[in-house]
Structure formats: structure tokens, C-alpha cells
């Protein structure tokens, strides 16, 4: 049942504990709770939020909408972790409430400055008429793990020539300046992103809009965030409103970036190349990275998408953040998308299989399960004169009597297939079945981690990434692996995922 808009903006605080304890064993009932994904203890988990390196420990924070999967009265929920696999539940770290965020604690980022950290966040605020009225505050973190909220926005107002869809602040520093972008939408309904830049965080100078080569791309641009590597620039950001072209945008919302030569100032110029979608599988959106002590740019993505019901709904709970990844960028510009290395402490019982896959179907003694990482070292030429390699190779994972989800590589054409079509509960049918690309080269690896109701593909060593929700049920286990027309060289490498509860 849809929820009201006062039962919606309710307040976790003034909630009664027989509610709240209701909500959790609704949700701990749930036969698609992940092991070991960030999910919600209950209710609505979108954007990953304020994920930055401070005090020894990456801290991340996720919007939550704790009473229910409609969006309603959002939070900022905080885990903090010193390796990137085993976090530390923080708690409620930004509550809403006040006259500038009295509708929500919308998305944001964090940024360490002096000796504190600085949660810089959209607040959403509704009047009488129900308008918008979004203000970008700000929150600080100390030491102790203590989060405080300024009493006034930093920046109170809307630029002249933008509607009321103005959120997201990304911020970074470069030298004695710390800037910040935020998603817009013009007047004329397009898509856009502002430059705002600051001494020291508290007041804010507008310098203008990113004068980009994509002037009337999609209605809202949501979620920007900006970074250089190795010489180059990089803007991430979620343009609503692209129509899908063959393979490409097939999702209901896009997430993706553009690269090129480093913003110019003042001119706010960003010469680019063309649009590329970070991710190609059906559910991920609003990305955000943080700068690691080492120097690693690391990302996290909501592994859901606005707009889509999905099967959990209606046991109390909805969505959970993708794996952190490493990303490295090109010299042709093409960010590289990496498992982090700190995800081999999740490994558990190891079983492995190397060997010929001749023509059909096959199976190996313990490569199945519900919770797994799987590293597939594949060899697709011929093994000699007598043998032509396979045409097709793949695999079907969450085997069960009518379940499977599909994995599928067409050699002629490089082309790496994800179909979900027989994955087990249906959801977003309205934008299809199968995601797919053409690979740069021939494939050569495949790392796949499956949790109970998630899939998550790297192939090529992050060449291209598939995130995708599956809904199968606990019995659909099995792993077949198979080969057409010709054989297929293997190494197959598969660990248990040790289920470690957040702290």
C-alpha cells in the first residue's frame, strides 16, 4: 500500500519501538537478504553518500529511508572500515529535520579539512504547496565520530536560470581552493552541472556552469563527481532522459562518464571525449569515489535503480551498495573498473578446475552455491591441429530446476551477453531481459561475485562491468559451464564468501 506524504516524511525519532521492531523481522524474513553487500537493516537504501578516507578509516554513508521502500524522509546511515570489506556500523550519522533539511538529508559527499571531516549535503525542503526548495548544507565530523550540522545552508539559493532540481554537491580540492559540483536542470529542462568553489568550505562563490560538448543531454544531470588521473579529467555523472541506441542506455536512468583534458578556469571549459556508461548491467546508478591514503580512486555505486519496483519491496526493505572498485583511467581515456584487492579477506573454502571444456554442458565438485566469488581464466584458441576453438562460451549461474542466470560470449563477434530472463522473480521487464557489449578483445577473464540476490561481472580485468539484482530462489545453486561448436580452454578458481555481520 503507497504510503502517504505524512506517513512518508514521518521521523524515525518519534516512531513507536513496536514499529520499528515490526519493520526489522519483516525484513530479516526476507529469502534475498545479501551476505555480504552493505544492504539496509530495514526499509530504503539508495546513494552512497560522504565516502571519503579520514581518520585512518574509509567512512561511507548511504541515503535511508527507513519506514518503508517508497522514498520518503531521508537519512544519511554511516559505516566506516579500515580495509574496504569489513565495515563497522556507525550508526544514523545526518538527521533531517531542521528548516533547511526538514524533508530530507539528500545526497552528498566528505572531504577531510583541518583535522575534521566535511559532509556537504542537499537538503530538501517541501512548503505549503508542496514545492521544492533544496538548500546545500553542511555537516562535520570530529574525531570522536561526533557529526554536527551548520544552523544555515552554505549555499541558500537556487542560480537564476535552473529549477528547483539542483542537489548532489561533489567536492574537491585542488591547492588553496576547494570546489564543488552540483546536478541541474536548466529552465529549459536539460540537463546541466555548477561550479561552485570556496577558501574554506563555509561560504561559497558561484563560478558558473561546466561548459561541456553534450548541451541538451537528458533532462537532469544527477550525482556529478569530477577527479583527475594521470593527467587527465574525469566527470562522472547520472543524465536522466537518454533514449536508448542498440546497446547502449537500456537502463530506465544512466549513470557514465566523460573524459578529456583537465577543467580549464576561469573559462569552466571541459573539452571531452564522447559518453561512456560506467556500468552495463541493469542496476546501478549514482556512483561516487573516494581518494585512498595510497593514492587508489576508489568507487561505490547504488546497486539499484529511481522508478523500479523490485521484489523486496513488500518485505520491507530495498537495495544494497555494489563492491568497491579501483579504477584506473586509459591513456585513451576509458576508466578500468577493479574488484579493490581487499575483497580476497572474504574468501573462504577454495575449489578450483583446469582443464579442456569440449563441446556441451558441464559441471565440477564444489564450484556452486549462493554466495561465492568465481575467476575464470579463459582460453578461447584452438588447443592444437586437431581441435577448433568454441564459437560460444558461457555459463549459467543460480542453477535450479527453472532458474538460471545467463552468461554468454559469442567469439565472433567479442560480444559478452547477461541475460536474466530465467534469473527467478521478474522485475523491470518494461526495459528488457538482456544487457550486452562488444569487447575490445577477445575475452580473457571473467570475475563474477554472486550474493543471494545480486550478480557482479568483471570481465577482461574491468574492461566491462555487468551489476545486476537477481531474485532466484535459495535452492537454485548449481554452476553449468558449456561450450559450442568447439572447445574452450579453463581455469576455474571459486571461493565461499564467509558471511562477517557489520559490527
Not at 318 to 341: I, M, S, W
Not at 482 to 494: M, N, S
Request: proline share 5%; glycine share 10%.
Amino acid at each position: 500500500m503507497k504510503m502517504t506524504r505524512e506517513q512518508k516524511y514521518r521521523r524515525l525519532e518519534d516512531v513507536a519501538p513496536q514499529e520499528i521492531e515490526q519493520l526489522l523481522h519483516q525484513s530479516e524474513s526476507s529469502p534475498w537478504r545479501q551476505q555480504y553487500h552493505i544492504q539496509p537493516a530495514m526499509g530504503l537504501l539508495n546513494d552512497p553518500n560522504g565516502f571519503a578516507y579520514y581518520d585512518g578509516y574509509y567512512h561511507l554513508f548511504y541515503q535511508w529511508f527507513p519506514l518503508g521502500t517508497d522514498h520518503g524522509l531521508k537519512y544519511w546511515y554511516h559505516l566506516k572500515s579500515t580495509d574496504l570489506t569489513n565495515w563497522i556500523d556507525c550508526g544514523i550519522g545526518v538527521k533531517p529535520g531542521d528548516w533547511f533539511d526538514s524533508h530530507g538529508a539528500y545526497s552528498g559527499s566528505g572531504i577531510t579539512h583541518d583535522g575534521k571531516l566535511y559532509l556537504m549535503y542537499t537538503g530538501n525542503t517541501r512548503d505549503t504547496q508542496w514545492q521544492r526548495h533544496p538548500y546545500q548544507c553542511m555537516a562535520i565530523m570530529n574525531e570522536d565520530g561526533e557529526i554536527h550540522k551548520l544552523k544555515e545552508p552554505v549555499i541558500a539559493n537556487v542560480p537564476a536560470g535552473y529549477t528547483d532540481h539542483f542537489r548532489d554537491p561533489k567536492v574537491w580540492q585542488d591547492g588553496e581552493w576547494f570546489y564543488c559540483v552540483i546536478g541541474a536542470q536548466r529552465d529549459d529542462l536539460t540537463g546541466a552541472i555548477v561550479l561552485y568553489r570556496s577558501r574554506h568550505m563555509l561560504e561559497w562563490e558561484l563560478l558558473g556552469e561546466l561548459q561541456t560538448m553534450l548541451p541538451q543531454f537528458g533532462y537532469m544531470w544527477e550525482c556529478p563527481d569530477y577527479f583527475e588521473m594521470n593527467g587527465q579529467a574525469v566527470l562522472l555523472f547520472c543524465p536522466q532522459g537518454i533514449a536508448s541506441e542498440g546497446e547502449q542506455y537500456r537502463n530506465i536512468y544512466q549513470s557514465g562518464y566523460v573524459s578529456g583534458k583537465p577543467l580549464q578556469l576561469p573559462q569552466l571549459e571541459l573539452e571531452h571525449g564522447s559518453f561512456r556508461e560506467l556500468d552495463v548491467g541493469f542496476d546501478f546508478y549514482a556512483p561516487q569515489t573516494a581518494l585512498g591514503p595510497n593514492g587508489r580512486r576508489i568507487l561505490v555505486g547504488w546497486m539499484g535503480l529511481p522508478d523500479i519496483a523490485y521484489p523486496t519491496d513488500d518485505q520491507g526493505w530495498a537495495h544494497c551498495l555494489t563492491l568497491p572498485r579501483e579504477l584506473e583511467l586509459r591513456k585513451d581515456g576509458v576508466l578500468l573498473q577493479r574488484p579493490v584487492q581487499e575483497l580476497a579477506l572474504r574468501r573462504g573454502e577454495k575449489a578450483e578446475f583446469a582443464g579442456i571444456l569440449s563441446e556441451g554442458r558441464s559441471s565440477y565438485a564444489g564450484i556452486d552455491g549462493i554466495a561465492y566469488e568465481l575467476d575464470c581464466r579463459v582460453d578461447l584458441t584452438a588447443m592444437d591441429t586437431n581441435t577448433t576453438a568454441a564459437q560460444a562460451f558461457g555459463m549459467e549461474l543460480r542453477v535450479g530446476e527453472q532458474e538460471h542466470t545467463l552468461l554468454r560470449y559469442e567469439a565472433n563477434r567479442q560480444r559478452l551477453i547477461l541475460d536474466r530472463s530465467a534469473s527467478g522473480q521478474p522485475l523491470a521487464e518494461d526495459y528488457g531481459t538482456i544487457r550486452s557489449c562488444e569487447l575490445e578483445r577477445p575475452l580473457e577473464r571473467l570475475q563474477i561475485f554472486v550474493d543471494v540476490s545480486s550478480i557482479e561481472i568483471f570481465a577482461n580485468d574491468g574492461e566491462a562491468v555487468f551489476t545486476s539484482r537477481i531474485f532466484p530462489q535459495p535452492s537454485s545453486q548449481g554452476i553449468v559451464f558449456f561450450a559450442e561448436a568447439g572447445q574452450v580452454g579453463l581455469h576455474v578458481e571459486k571461493w565461499n564468501y564467509c558471511f562477517k555481520s557489520q559490527q
